[in-house]
Structures are given as structure tokens and as C-alpha cells.
């Protein structure tokens, strides 16, 4: 029985490696732009210089596990079709393929292991004195600009955002402005509208602009287009539409785990990734075992944002990711924040999802 595994990052890795240990019999490969790995939850370390952010996609990857570098540009009848005319076929699927960014023209993207590495080479390249711009008040944002701050203490950091640190509440949030601010970063409660690399601005929706040396656009939104080109049922924002047991609605071979993935009630989120693509490979050993299948249920435990290396917040959460006014933070936060960062890449190499 071959399955295929479309997407190399945490939810396609753990689906992969635990399909291998649970559905006997299961020829996996998995097809992925590039032979490494990127941890994408690093990728604004990478920007700033503190971490690499990938490793070789064989070390994550159980022995007997098949990778086939290339990008998949349709998915329908039993059949994959990879950019360059190459044919795959698969008795079942899974699409982990991630989410996209949309970056203003202008902006660099951090979201991306391509634009990561832009932005590090034009951070690396900038003079003491000159003005960064992050765009995105939400966790990215956040990450990335306390990350900047610290790394580049020579630097002016502006953080701009509709509203900053959105994905916190309460004190946790104050905790994180706190933080902006002890590392001197200036902060903007505005809307980006367009950016000028050869000017040197940005464009606010409240009117007027702000000179910059450099714009980080640190915004994830949209998913590959992968699943609509192949003519699956896709939400608004081009999600494949699951049904309870995370397969498709269009093709029941089709499992969507991740990002990708319309599940109610879920965000982006390692915290998502993981647990969806555990439970879709266990669905699958139970339909083809012949027991019922369980809906996938929600669990999230928290909200972990990093501010640096040597601070973040981690705010509780209720199983449905309702904030609770409970939060750690301090070197206890960014202790905890490195140890889930660590666990999700583990859980990924070993299959398996706490
Ligand atoms: C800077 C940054 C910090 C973050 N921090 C956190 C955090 O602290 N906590 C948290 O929970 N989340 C965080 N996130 C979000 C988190 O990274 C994602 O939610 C998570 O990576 C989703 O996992 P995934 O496996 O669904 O997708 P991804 O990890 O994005 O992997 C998708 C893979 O699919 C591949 N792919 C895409 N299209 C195709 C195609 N057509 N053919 C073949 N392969 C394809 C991609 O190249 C990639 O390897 C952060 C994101 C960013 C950018």
C-alpha cells in the first residue's frame, strides 16, 4: 500500500514516521521542496542570527522512509503531479503542506526559509544606527522584532500592528509590551499599506509614512494553493475542508493535517500540527483494521511567545484555546518556551504527539 506524504514540516514529518510504526505494510515516502527540515518556529532566529533553523530531512525521517525532493503542483485520482511532469501514485494521502505569506512588496518575509535567509543577509548588512521595521502585531511580529532588538542592540526596532501582542490578553500581554520596551523597541498601533524599498518608508492606513532601512514582514496568512488546484472543497482562506476524521470532504484518500487544514476552532500552530497529524495516521490504522475511527478532538495547553533568548510568555489556555489569566514568564518562560520548541521537532522525529 503506498502512501504519500506531501510536506516536510512538523505535522508531515510526525505523520510519516508514526504511519510507519502504525499501518503495517505502508510503502511512505515523502515529497518536500527541499532535502532539509526547516523548524519553521526558528525561523525568526534565523533572521536575527541565533539559530540555523533546519537540519537534514534524513535525520528526521525513520529508515525505510522514502524522500522525493520536488514540489507537488496537483493531487487527484490516485495520482500526484510534481513541477517538471513526474507522476506519483498514492492509495492514501496526507497534505501537510503549511501555510504561505503574502508579503507586501517592499517587506521581506520572515515566514519563509527563502525570505528568512534574505532578511538575515539584509539585517547582517545594515550599519549601526539604521531603522528595522517588523510588520505583524501577532506572535510572529513579536518574536521576530524582540529577536532583532536583542541580537542587534546597534539597530533602531519598530514593531507595527493593528494591535501588538494580539494573540495574548490580560497581564500576559502587558508582560509582552513590557518586554518590547525594555529592549527599546518602538511601537506602532497602525496598519501597514505598502512599502517603498527604494524610498526607504512605509505606508500607514492612518495616512503618513516612517522612514526605514529595512521591512520584515512577519505575517503568516493563506495556505498553498496545492488543494484548490487539485479541486478539493477549501474554506475562504484555501483550507482543505475535512470531516471530523480530518479527511477530505472531496476524497476520502485524502487526510489534511496542519496548517492546511479547515479544522473548527484551530489556529497555525506546532500545537495544532502535531496532534492532527498523530490522529489522522490513527484513523487511517483503524479504518483499514476495521474498528470506528474517533473524531479529532481539541487539546491546547497554552500560548508561548518568545521575547528573546532569555525571556517569553507562555499564557494557559483551555482545551477549545480560550485564553485563561494564568501565565509564566521571565527565564521560566523562555525555559518552557525552548523545551516545547525542542519537544515539537522531537515528537515530529519520533511520531509521536503529547
Ligand atoms: C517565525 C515563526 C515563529 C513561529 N512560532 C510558533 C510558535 O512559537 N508556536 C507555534 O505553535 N507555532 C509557531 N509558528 C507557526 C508554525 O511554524 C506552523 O504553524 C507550523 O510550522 C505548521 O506546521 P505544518 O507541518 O502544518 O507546516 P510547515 O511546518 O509550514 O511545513 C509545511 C511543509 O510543506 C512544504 N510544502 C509546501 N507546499 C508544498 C508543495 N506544493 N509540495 C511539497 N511540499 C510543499 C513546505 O516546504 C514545508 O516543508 C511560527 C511560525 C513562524 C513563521
Redesign the pocket.
Known amino acids: 500500500m503506498k502512501v504519500l506524504v ?9 505523520a510519516a514516521n508514526r504511519l510507519v510504526k502504525k499501518v503495517k505494510g505502508a510503502e511512505v515516502t515523502v ?4 532535502p532539509e ?2 523548524e ?6 534565523r ?1 536575527a542570527g541565533s539559530a540555523e533553523a533546519a537540519r537534514p530531512l534524513r535525520s528526521m525521517l525513520r529508515d525505510g522512509i522514502g524522500i522525493r525532493v ?4 496537483k493531487a487527484s485520482e490516485g495520482t500526484l503531479l ?2 517538471g511532469g513526474d507522476t506519483l501514485r498514492y492509495d492514501h494521502l496526507f497534505l ?6 503574502r508579503p507586501l512588496p517592499g517587506t521581506v518575509p ?4 527563502e525570505g ?1 535567509g534574505r532578511a538575515r543577509a539584509a539585517l547582517a548588512a545594515l550599519p549601526a544606527g539604521a531603522q528595522v521595521t517588523v510588520v505583524g502585531g501577532g ?2 511580529g513579536v ?2 522584532a524582540t529577536e532583532v532588538a536583542e541580537r542587534r542592540r546597534d539597530l533602531r526596532v519598530r514593531l507595527v500592528g493593528e494591535r501588538l501582542a494580539d494573540s495574548l490578553s490580560g497581564r500576559a500581554r502587558d508582560r509582552a509590551l513590557a518586554a518590547l520596551n525594555r529592549l527599546r523597541v518602538d511601537l506602532v498601533e497602525d496598519v501597514v499599506t505598502g512599502a517603498g524599498a527604494a524610498n526607504g518608508e512605509i505606508r500607514l492606513r492612518s495616512g503618513g509614512s516612517l522612514p526605514t532601512d529595512l521591512a520584515l514582514w ?1 505575517v ?1 496568512s493563506g495556505v ?1 494553493s ?1 488543494a484548490a488546484d487539485s479541486g478539493l472543497e477549501v474554506d475562504a482562506a484555501g483550507r482543505v475542508v475535512v470531516d471530523p476524521y480530518l479527511r477530505s470532504v472531496t476524497d476520502g484518500r485524502i487526510f489534511a ?5 479547515a479544522v473548527p476552532g484551530t ?8 496532534p ?2 498523530a490522529h489522522a495516521v490513527d484513523v487511517l490504522a483503524r479504518l483499514l483494521a476495521d474498528r470506528e475511527p474517533e473524531p479529532y478532538p481539541l487539546r491546547y495547553v497554552g ?4 521575547l528573546g533568548r532569555r525571556d517569553a510568555v507562555m499564557q494557559f489556555t483551555r482545551r477549545d484555546d480560550s485564553l485563561r489569566d494564568a501565565h509564566l514568564g521571565g527565564r521560566t518562560g523562555a525555559r518552557v ?1 525552548e523545551f ?2 525542542r519537544s ?1 521537532a522531537f515528537g ?1 522525529r519520533k511520531g509521536i504527539s503529547g
Open positions: 506531501v510536506g516536510a514540516g512538523y505535522a508531515g514529518t510526525l515529497v518536500n521542496p527541499r527540515f526547516v519553521r518556529v526558528r525561523l525568526h532566529q533572521v520536488g514540489e507537488v503542483e510534481l513541477a501537510a503542506v503549511g501555510s504561505s505569506v520572515v515566514g519563509t526559509w528568512a506572535a510572529t518574536e521576530t512577519a503568516v498553498p496545492l493535517v496542519g496548517d492546511c487544514a489556529r497555525f500552530g506546532c500545537q495544532t500540527a502535531g492532527q497529524a500560548r508561548c511567545v518568545s518556551k516545547i520548541v515539537a515530529s
